[in-house]
């Protein structure tokens, strides 16, 4: 199931296809981890989430809203910075790992306990 994910002024938030919020917590009530294939495994509020950092082929496309939601997003704050996918990620896996391990910092740097 594609999901919003937006880590903004402390809280983490996820929204699914249709806008309803999966979750909405501050960012120190996350725990996680990333596993060795790149998948990142996250626990709120009691329930483990496992994000894989791109599409699935049996997953339906994000909708209209989750886009104009990323989009609306992005257009008011400044781009994460960072050193971007390897050419083994990239090849491999489309940057999937390269996603996750961003979000794992991000998070980390927000507070959350992932490691």
Same mark, same amino acid.
């Given at each position: 199931?594609? *999901?919003?994910?937006?880590?903004?002024?402390?809280?983490?938030?996820?929204?699914? +296809?249709?806008?309803?919020?999966? !979750?909405?917590?501050?960012?120190?009530?996350?725990?996680?981890?990333?596993?060795? @294939?790149?998948?990142? @495994?996250?626990? *709120?509020?009691? +329930?483990?989430?496992? @994000?894989?950092?791109?599409?699935?082929?049996?997953?339906?496309?994000?909708?209209?809203?989750?886009?104009?939601? $990323?989009?609306? $997003?992005?257009?008011?704050?400044?781009?994460?910075?960072?050193?971007?996918?390897?050419?083994?990620?990239?090849? !491999?896996?489309?940057?999937?790992? !390269?996603?996750?391990?961003?979000?794992?910092?991000?998070?980390?740097?927000?507070?959350?306990?992932?490691?």
């Amino acid at each position: 199931m594609p *999901v919003l994910m937006t880590l903004d002024q402390g809280w983490l938030r996820a929204c699914d +296809r249709s806008g309803a919020e999966v !979750f909405a917590v501050p960012a120190g009530e996350v725990a996680g981890r990333l596993t060795r @294939l790149g998948t990142l @495994l996250l626990t *709120v509020g009691g +329930r483990r989430y496992a @994000l894989v950092g791109r599409d699935a082929a049996v997953s339906p496309d994000p909708s209209p809203e989750q886009k104009h939601g $990323f989009v609306d $997003f992005c257009a008011h704050r400044t781009p994460p910075t960072g050193d971007g996918p390897g050419f083994l990620d990239q090849l !491999f896996n489309g940057a999937a790992a !390269f996603n996750t391990r961003s979000w794992r910092n991000a998070l980390a740097a927000g507070g959350a306990g992932v490691r």
